[in-house]
Every structure is written in structure tokens, then in C-alpha cells.
T-cell receptor, first 115, second 114 residues
Framework: AQKITQTQPGMFVQEKEAVTLDCTYDTSDQSYGLFWYKQPSSGEMIFLIYQGSYDEQNATEGRYSLNFQKARKSANLVISASQLGDSAMYFCAMRVNTGFQKLVFGTGTRLLVSP | SQTIHQWPATLVQPVGSPLSLECTVEGTSNPNLYWYRQAAGRGLQLLFYSVGIGQISSEVPQNLSASRPQDRQFILSSKKLLLSDSGFYLC?????????????FGNGTRLTVT
């Protein structure tokens, strides 16, 4: 069964430093997609970045990059130059191939950025 | 541009009362629609999804139901709420058949059943 595992319940980082949030996944599918979402305390889910299983390069979106290691089944999110506004919950999710966009989510990592 | 509206933002309901949460999408046609629930400190669990008007699929057996009376309207309902129905409910939409397309979420409804 498809599963996402986020082993870090909480992470702390100082402003302007980089931080890596871990995500491992389990699937027997050859074609899949991995997403990262940010959830501030207000509750909305904000899409950050996407990595397809056949993408040859790691995805990047501004200060966000995805360290995709297919053989290890990991898709870690790297946030460079952390800002106070990055404090939030971060969820890794995997698209399950059921003919539509069904996402399976991990339990999340709470990131706290300190001044 | 596409927008998704979800209401109400917060709701406190007694056990046994009915529930109706509404979600509408603007700026797109024929979207896939989803209801997710997030328990406190947990990830998101898919409750229902819909690929078209009147087409509803349920992921988990529960006290809730969903309906899609119009292309861009998705409603989550219950006839009698249970304490275990408390949680944060999120509506989302995605493009049809687009593997790279993310789910776009509404702002959520925080439901407390007392």
C-alpha cells in the first residue's frame, strides 16, 4: 500500500539558515508524483513544490528545492535562507495512481524558525 | 484565476445535530473535487472525491455523506453528528487527468461537536 512517512515531528532552525525536512515513501508504482504543502497556523494548505518520478532533475521553486533520491524512496524538502514566515506545518504527499488526483499525506513536520 | 470558497470557517454543533459544509470553485470547469479531514496533530485523510456531477466515491465508512449538485459545488453532510466527527475539514479541487497538477485547498472548516 502507498504510504508517506515523515519522521520529524518538529524541527527548529535559525533565521537565514537552511533546513531539510525528511520524507520517505512506499509504492510499487513506477509512475508517481510527490508534493509538499505548507500549512500555517491559519489552516490553509499551500502547495509548494512537485516532483514526478520520471523527472530527471530535482525540482526547485524559489527558496524550496526537493532532494529526490529515487532508489532510497526519499523526497526531502530543502528550504534555503529560512524566514520567520516559514514557521508552519509541512506535509509531504504522494499521488496514488487511481485515475484521478488522489493524494496520500504524511503526518507532517512542524517547523519553527527563530530570530 | 481559480478560487475555492469554503464555509463556514468554524462551527460548533451538538451531538446528534445535522451538518452541512459547502464548497464552491470558480474559474475552472469539470474539476475533480475532494473532502479531506484533518484530526488534531495528524495528516489529512481523504473522505470523498468526485469526478463529476452526482458522482461521489467514499474512501472510508463513516457518519458523513457528500453530494455534488453542480459542477463546481461540493457539499459535505451528516444527519446526526458524533463526537468523533470533530476535526478540520478541507475541500480541494484539481484539474482532470493532470498528473502534475496539485490539489488546491480551501481555507477549511474547524468543526467541534459538543
Amino acid at each position: 500500500a502507498q504510504k508517506i512517512t515523515q519522521t520529524q515531528p518538529g524541527m527548529f532552525v535559525q533565521e537565514k539558515e537552511a533546513v531539510t525536512l525528511d520524507c520517505t515513501y512506499d509504492t510499487s508504482d513506477q509512475s508517481y508524483g510527490l508534493f509538499w504543502y505548507k500549512q500555517p497556523s491559519s489552516g490553509e494548505m499551500i502547495f509548494l513544490i512537485y516532483q514526478g518520478s520520471y523527472d530527471e532533475q530535482n525540482a526547485t521553486e524559489g527558496r524550496y528545492s526537493l532532494n529526490f533520491q529515487k532508489a532510497r524512496k526519499s523526497a526531502n524538502l530543502v528550504i534555503s535562507a529560512s524566514q520567520l514566515g516559514d514557521s508552519a506545518m509541512y506535509f509531504c504527499a504522494m499521488r496514488v495512481n487511481t485515475g484521478f488526483q488522489k493524494l496520500v499525506f504524511g503526518t507532517g513536520t512542524r517547523l519553527l524558525v527563530s530570530p | 484565476s481559480q478560487t475555492i470558497h469554503q464555509w463556514p470557517a468554524t462551527l460548533v454543533q451538538p451531538v446528534g445535530s445535522p451538518l452541512s459544509l459547502e464548497c464552491t470553485v470558480e474559474g475552472t470547469s469539470n474539476p475533480n473535487l475532494y473532502w479531506y479531514r484533518q484530526a488534531a496533530g495528524r495528516g489529512l485523510q481523504l473522505l470523498f472525491y468526485s469526478v463529476g456531477i452526482g458522482q461521489i466515491s467514499s474512501e472510508v465508512p463513516q457518519n458523513l455523506s457528500a453530494s455534488r449538485p453542480q459542477d463546481r459545488q461540493f457539499i459535505l453532510s451528516s444527519k446526526k453528528l458524533l463526537l468523533s466527527d470533530s476535526g478540520f475539514y478541507l475541500c480541494a479541487w484539481s484539474d482532470r487527468g493532470q498528473g502534475r497538477s496539485p490539489l488546491h485547498f480551501g481555507n477549511g472548516t474547524r468543526l467541534t461537536v459538543t
